[in-house]
């Protein structure tokens, strides 16, 4: 009744996937080419001639020939079929075990819970029961956790769903940062190859001061390259001699007002002269940025790269220049990005994530965006080689906490 084949085209995956509720950019065939530090296979399951499963594996290297094999955010299927998804697992397996997999590790595109930050949602049952027949087809779950540590994906996610006029759903702080972005001078627009560079620059300042290791600008060049039009690279910029000559414009009007202003008018000499302590701190805060970074009239601060896939897109790397950080430019950026996506009809935008306690700085920053916090069902296991299994998947628990320490 079921069937499976190895090495189906990309075409093939790739419009399934799309086509599917479980639409995710980590199982395009195009991510297999951005880890291509592992080897990759992609595997159809057909029921009568009929593609009903499909996953893009990725495959690490081992010491001593074996090997790892992983399915980020897939397989996509149908988990409510225990037929179909026992056939798929032990189809796993058994490929697995022609690569000398010591075990196939996975993590469905399957939420238990969504729901705003401060309310709270019962499980989904559905995929309560995919749960369920996961383990009853063989598979091992690693449970519920709540740290981002814990696994390769994470299990809680921040993803905003877009709409027209999406700032109008921000908290009302939001919305005064980004008008207070805004009086700053800071722009959001679509960046170029022309940007990476300076894109670069800012994630590996975030990278000194976070203490976290990213990625360089090879990197980017090669996601933008490989995704084209789909790798969106936005960018926020100021123009720091024009906005000092603004303020310095601004100055002058309200020295003009104020010479003009009878001593019995308090209350406007009173608002006159509020303006005109606020300006002059502007000019006094930007002759000093001006005199830093001479010669930059466009002086990116901030900026987002960001893959889209089908109808949905994730916010994968971000940086902001500190020295800028009371211009706010995130505030003027991610509006930006949620915008451009709505109009190109995306339908989510993942801002990546968050932990599980929700208490954390990720996502007191998200939540910012009136995101949705998502939880995923979490990883599974499937055990290929029984008799190293236990001691593999150990020595990858606990080289996984060693590294995510530092």
Request: proline content about 4%.
């Amino acid at each position: 009744m079921y069937t499976y084949q190895i090495g189906i085209p990309a075409e093939e995956h790739d419009a399934f996937t799309k086509e599917s509720e479980q639409t995710n950019l980590l199982q395009s065939s195009n991510w297999a080419k951005i880890k291509d530090n592992w080897g990759n296979e992609r595997i159809g399951f057909y029921q009568d001639g009929i593609l009903v499963a499909s996953a893009s594996i990725l495959i690490k290297p081992l010491p001593l020939g074996f090997t790892m094999l992983y399915i980020p955010r897939g397989p996509i299927m149908d988990y409510s079929n225990l037929e179909l998804v026992t056939f798929v697992v032990n189809s796993l397996k058994e490929f697995g075990k022609t690569k000398r997999a010591l075990f196939v590790k996975f993590d469905p595109a399957l939420l238990l819970k969504q729901f705003a930050i401060g309310d709270d949602s019962s499980d989904n049952s559905e995929n309560l029961l995919a749960i369920e027949n996961l383990i009853q087809a063989g598979c091992e779950w690693t449970g519920r956790t709540q740290t981002m540590a814990d696994s390769i994906q994470p299990r809680f996610q921040a993803n905003v769903y877009t709409k027209e006029d999406m700032s109008s759903s921000f908290p009302k702080h939001t919305r005064r940062l980004m008008k207070d972005a805004k009086n700053r001078g800071v722009i959001a627009t679509r960046g170029t190859m022309d940007d990476l560079k300076k894109f670069s620059k800012i994630v590996e300042l975030t990278e000194n001061r976070k203490g976290v290791s990213l990625r360089n600008q090879d990197y980017f060049h090669k996601m933008m390259t490989i995704y084209g039009d789909d790798a969106r690279l936005h960018v926020a910029k100021v123009n720091l001699p024009r906005r000092l000559a603004q303020y310095q414009e601004q100055l002058a009007q309200i020295e003009t007002e104020l010479a003009q202003t009878d001593p019995h008018q308090k209350k406007r000499l009173t608002k006159l002269t509020q303006q005109k302590e606020s300006v002059e701190k502007y000019i006094k805060e930007f002759q000093g940025f001006v005199e830093r970074f001479p010669g930059e009239e466009e002086l990116i601060i901030a900026g987002i790269l960001s893959v889209s896939f089908g109808n949905v897109m994730e916010m994968l790397y971000a940086g902001m220049d500190e020295n800028f950080k009371k211009f706010y430019p995130q505030y003027i950026l991610y509006p930006q990005v949620f915008q451009d996506a709505y109009e190109d009809g995306i339908i989510w935008a993942n801002m990546g994530g968050v932990e599980g306690s929700l208490d954390d700085g990720l996502t007191k920053f998200k939540s910012n965006f009136n995101p949705k916090i998502e939880e995923f069902i979490g990883e599974f296991n499937i055990p290929v080689n029984k008799l190293l299994y236990k001691l593999s998947n150990t020595a990858y628990t606990i080289r996984k906490q060693l590294r995510n320490r530092h």
